[in-house]
């Protein structure tokens, strides 16, 4: 059986749309923030939400993420309350969910533990960033015995040599990395990005989404053809830290993400 | 007996279950690429030789292994000696990494030098050596570290180093490292990271042991050669592990040989009160390895503490969790208050001014000498020299300066 990640990638690709994934940081300012938030993007269409589990140490995160992160740890949010709150959601009315969670924080739950209370909260996959493909294996075969989806991420970098030992232990989809360092916004799709996605199609039937340095409208369009999705995430977060600035109120940041996932969606599903 | 061998790591960067490589895909390639330069290196006599040249006309090696003859008699019971790694070029033991990655960083055409510092200790011996090749060089610190150690803030600068105030997460070198990772993952093509520390993804934690193994082979030289026998015990400080992990690993093949790692026992056995992830900590993923950390019960780091900023670090190098898992070398603590005081006793008997951290590595040497007989010998290593801490030191006895 397809996985709920799989099945929206292959209704979109028959309506030759792409899809779009916004990315938010669990509990900031708080959980119940953090649920608001999922529905609004929900009614909004989009067609998957990241949900980023706040880690002390997250080198791969630009600083906006990381500030984020900081924010919700210093609220004292936890993991398991992180997952009470997401089963509390009604799934059934809202797009797949994706955690985006530190190796350090799944080992010191337990694999297995922290799979099945992803599966109980009703997460559908996972972006693990700092368990690189190499390491992913037997993490691999745990993730897809739980029914979910381990997704792996592509750099800049990474020759196509080892994008072939990456992509055996993928699924879901490929998270294109678009530029060679940390999350954050960039003015324009680099074209060393386009190439790279021609070659990832000759290499995976998988969809392949590109994230890192994604931030409006006008970066979907290069990528129309080449990949199948986009994920948007420090341009989203970066609201919330004008939320805890007081410089946005909270009705206000509704407004705003209503309308950046409007935007996104229509730039995503125009045909 | 424990079965440890030097023959680690493995190909995937493996201490028995520790180390290997948890850092974003954007960095791995980058890592290859330093693996196999760092081994056609190793391999190479000319890349050796060029590095013992620079070791004994740059750095002054090889360091002297010195008789404590009065904190012998203070102690009472087998012979202590001091590896002098604080006489070396910048007084201390980081030099030698840094001279060996320097060299590493020419060889891969590269032009520009990134590295962590707490204390500055290793921002110093960076700056020091990208001085030396004319490299470019930038020092990642904590903003509260910059603040309180002006000294070798200005040392960086003066060498041509730009030191970048580091403002996010604990303000300290944990994110010192994590700014320093994220700037490479950025500009792995031009710029070489200088770890400074036993720790990090698979090669640093290797690397870094063997550029800092020049210890342990001189001192277990030095011992035969003085004594004709080797030391029955060897003790180093560990903070992140580096010049533990070059004391130890050429004697951990001497199995009659006790290694015992000191790490930061602080004011207290509770989590935020000390920096000893050995002792008190559990198995956990930081800064790109397996090992040894501080952390809560979802894996979130934990504030540490040390007297010492080279030791207030929550995490350890993996070689030393596997020689903790291994039962091959001992870890045990030295609070704050018993490194202050080897930091004066050391300074009244042998008029040497130890580092606060390696003060700690002195009193479990007193505390291990008086439980042995004079026949035998004890062997610390004094990682450096003590001068950065006098304002701390003076702060903290109540003297002013």
């Given at each position: 059986m397809d996985s709920r990640i799989s099945a929206v990638f292959a209704s979109l690709k028959e309506q030759n749309q792409m899809a779009f994934m916004p990315f938010i940081t669990a509990g900031d300012p708080d959980l119940a923030a953090t649920q608001q938030v999922i529905r609004t993007l929900g009614a909004s269409n989009v067609d998957m939400i990241e949900i980023g589990f706040p880690y002390s140490d997250p080198i791969a995160d630009g600083p906006v993420i990381q500030a984020s992160y900081t924010r919700a740890l210093e609220s004292k949010v936890s993991v398991s309350q992180i997952f009470k709150a997401l089963g509390e959601l009604d799934h059934e009315e809202l797009p797949p969910l994706v955690a985006m969670v530190s190796f350090a924080i799944v080992f010191r739950t337990g694999v297995d533990q922290f799979l099945s209370s992803c599966v109980e909260s009703g997460i559908?996959?996972?972006?693990?960033?700092?368990?690189?493909?190499?390491?992913?294996?037997?993490?691999?075969?745990?993730?897809?015995?739980?029914?979910?989806?381990?997704?792996?991420?592509?750099?800049?970098t990474s020759?196509?040599?080892?994008?072939?030992?990456?992509?055996?232990?993928?699924?879901?989809?490929?998270?294109?990395?678009?530029?060679?360092?940390?999350?954050?916004?960039?003015?324009?799709?680099?074209?060393?990005?386009?190439?790279?996605?021609?070659?990832?199609?000759?290499?995976t039937d998988l969809p392949l989404a590109v994230g890192f340095g994604i931030s409006k409208p006008d970066h979907v369009e290069p990528l129309r053809g080449l990949a199948d999705g986009v994920i948007?995430?420090?341009?989203?977060?970066?609201?919330?830290?004008?939320?805890?600035?007081?410089?946005?109120?909270?009705?206000?940041l509704q407004k705003e993400l209503t309308k950046l996932a409007g935007d996104m969606v229509t730039a995503t599903h125009t045909k | 007996m424990s079965n440890a061998t030097k023959s680690v790591p493995d190909a995937e960067g493996r201490f028995g279950e520790f180390g290997r490589r948890f850092v974003p895909e954007t960095l791995?390639?980058?890592?290859?690429?330093?693996?196999?330069?760092?081994?056609?290196?190793?391999?190479?006599?000319d890349f050796q030789s060029q590095l013992d040249h620079l070791l004994k006309t740059y750095v002054g090696r090889?360091?002297?292994?010195?008789?404590?003859?009065?904190?012998?008699?203070?102690?009472?019971?087998?012979?202590?000696?001091?590896?002098?790694?604080?006489?070396?070029?910048?007084?201390?033991?980081?030099?030698?990494?840094?001279?060996?990655?320097?060299?590493?960083?020419?060889?891969?055409?590269?032009?520009?030098?990134?590295?962590?510092?707490?204390?500055?200790?290793?921002?110093?011996?960076?700056?020091?050596?990208?001085?030396?090749?004319?490299?470019?060089c930038v020092v990642?610190?904590?903003?509260?570290?910059?603040?309180?150690?002006?000294?070798?803030?200005?040392?960086?600068?003066?060498?041509?180093?730009?030191?970048?105030?580091?403002t996010s997460g604990s303000r300290t070198l944990r994110d010192a490292i994590n700014e320093a990772m994220r700037d490479w993952m950025a500009s792995v093509d031009t710029t070489h990271y200088i770890l400074g520390s036993a720790v990090g993804p698979h090669p640093f934690p290797m690397i870094v042991r063997d550029f800092q193994s020049v210890i342990g082979s001189e001192a277990r030289q030095q011992c035969l050669d003085e004594t004709g026998q080797l030391p029955n015990e060897v003790?180093?400080?560990?903070?992140?592990?580096?010049?533990?992990?070059?004391?130890?690993?050429?004697?951990?093949?001497?199995?009659?040989?006790?290694?015992?790692?000191?790490?930061?026992?602080?004011?207290?056995?509770?989590?935020?009160?000390?920096?000893?992830?050995?002792?008190?900590?559990?198995?956990?993923?930081?800064?790109?390895?397996?090992?040894?950390?501080?952390?809560?019960?979802?894996?979130?780091?934990?504030?540490?503490?040390?007297?010492?900023?080279?030791?207030?670090?929550?995490?350890?190098?993996?070689?030393?969790?596997?020689?903790?898992?291994?039962?091959?070398?001992?870890?045990?603590?030295?609070?704050?208050?018993?490194?202050?005081?080897?930091?004066?006793?050391?300074?009244?008997?042998?008029?040497?001014?130890?580092?606060?951290?390696?003060?700690?590595?002195?009193?479990?040497?007193?505390?291990?000498?008086?439980?042995?007989?004079p026949d035998?010998?004890?062997?610390?290593?004094?990682?450096?020299?003590?001068?950065?801490?006098?304002?701390?030191?003076a702060r903290l006895t109540g003297i002013e300066m």
């Open positions: 559908s996959g996972l972006i693990i960033p700092d368990l690189p493909g190499d390491e992913a294996a037997e993490v691999f075969e745990k993730v897809k015995g739980a029914g979910l989806d381990l997704i792996q991420l592509v750099a800049p020759p196509r040599e080892r994008v072939r030992k990456i992509l055996k232990s993928c699924s879901g989809f490929v998270y294109c990395i678009a530029v060679a360092g940390t999350t954050g916004e960039r003015e324009r799709v680099a074209d060393s990005l386009l190439d790279q996605l021609k070659w990832l199609r000759e290499e948007i995430g420090s341009a989203i977060v970066r609201r919330f830290q004008e939320l805890a600035d007081k410089t946005l109120s909270s009705e206000d | 791995m390639e980058a890592l290859d690429q330093l693996h196999e330069e760092y081994l056609r290196s190793k391999a190479d006599p090889p360091s002297p292994l010195y008789f404590a003859e009065r904190l012998t008699e203070h102690a009472g019971g087998a012979k202590i000696y001091f590896k002098r790694e604080d006489l070396n070029h910048t007084g201390a033991h980081k030099i030698n990494n840094t001279i060996g990655q320097a060299l590493l960083t020419l060889r891969m055409g590269k032009k520009r030098v990134i590295a962590e510092t707490g204390a500055g200790q290793h921002g110093v011996a960076s700056a020091t050596a990208c001085a030396r090749f004319g490299l470019d990642y610190m904590g903003e509260e570290d910059i603040r309180r150690q002006k000294l070798n803030v200005f040392l960086m600068r003066n060498m041509g180093a730009e030191v970048r105030s580091v003790i180093a400080c560990v903070g992140g592990g580096s010049n533990a992990a070059g004391m130890f690993y050429p004697f951990v093949e001497d199995y009659d040989v006790s290694l015992t790692g000191v790490e930061a026992g602080g004011r207290g056995t509770q989590p935020g009160d000390h920096a000893s992830p050995l002792t008190y900590g559990s198995k956990g993923v930081l800064h790109g390895s397996f090992s040894y950390v501080m952390q809560d019960e979802d894996g979130q780091t934990q504030d540490v503490h040390s007297i010492s900023a080279g030791l207030d670090y929550p995490g350890v190098g993996p070689e030393h969790s596997y020689w903790k898992e291994s039962g091959r070398v001992q870890y045990t603590v030295a609070t704050d208050d018993e490194a202050l005081e080897m930091f004066q006793l050391v300074a009244k008997l042998e008029g040497i001014l130890p580092a606060v951290e390696s003060s700690h590595a002195v009193a479990h040497a007193v505390k291990a000498a008086q439980k042995r007989s035998e010998i004890v062997v610390v290593c004094l990682s450096g020299r003590g001068d950065k801490d006098i304002s701390e030191v």
